[in-house]
Structure formats: structure tokens, C-alpha cells
């Protein structure tokens, strides 16, 4: 468990740092070692958080949609909602005063 933890704050302080590359690369070997661990589910959502801060919108976009589908009761829930504001902002519908 305390290597699995070790990974996910290297994902965290990845993001911390603005580095979505690195953040993406400790996700990619997290899901590695522990396919099915405990933090799976902040995994994915780090995910979601990485894909989209590094402009890969389409693949953020995906990403979160399989994260809602998988935990739709999720604490990560509005984080990830709001991790492609871009994404977010398209799909609300718009008014013309």
C-alpha cells in the first residue's frame, strides 16, 4: 500500500508542478503495478486531470467520460467535471441576448 501511495503523490505533485507529462507517465506506471489497487479510482481521475492540462482535450474528454460511467458516485466527481473547462464549456448550451 505504501508504494502504491508513493505513486499516487507523484502523480499530485506532478500536477503540482505543471509537468502533465510526468504526471501522465507515474499514472501510465501506476496502472502498471496496480491495475486494480485501492487508488484506482484517484488514479483515473488524476488521469483526467493530466490528459486535459496537457491540451489533450479529445483524449481528457474520453478519459473523463469512462471515469464517469465507472464511478458514477465518485468523491472525484466535480473535479473531474471541471478538469476540460474547454470540453465543458462546448457542451453547454449558449444564449444570443
Known sequence: ????????????DAL????????L?????HARKFARGSLAEEREALR?????????VARGERAQRAFM???PRSAYRE???AA????????E????D
Do not use: F
Not at 503540482?16 to 504526471?23: K, L
Not at 507517465?25 to 506506471?29: E, L, S
Not at 476540460?84 to 457542451?91: G, I, K, S
Open 1 to 12: 500500500m505504501l508504494e502504491e501511495l508513493m505513486l499516487i503523490q507523484q502523480i499530485k
Open 16 to 23: 503540482d508542478a505543471d509537468r502533465p507529462a510526468a504526471a
Open 25 to 29: 507517465a507515474a499514472i501510465d506506471a
Open 48 to 56: 483526467v486531470v493530466a490528459l486535459c492540462n496537457s491540451g489533450e
Open 69 to 71: 460511467n465507472a464511478y
Open 79 to 81: 473535479r473531474v467535471r
Open 84 to 91: 476540460c473547462p474547454v470540453a465543458a464549456a462546448a457542451t
Open 93 to 96: 448550451p449558449t444564449t444570443i
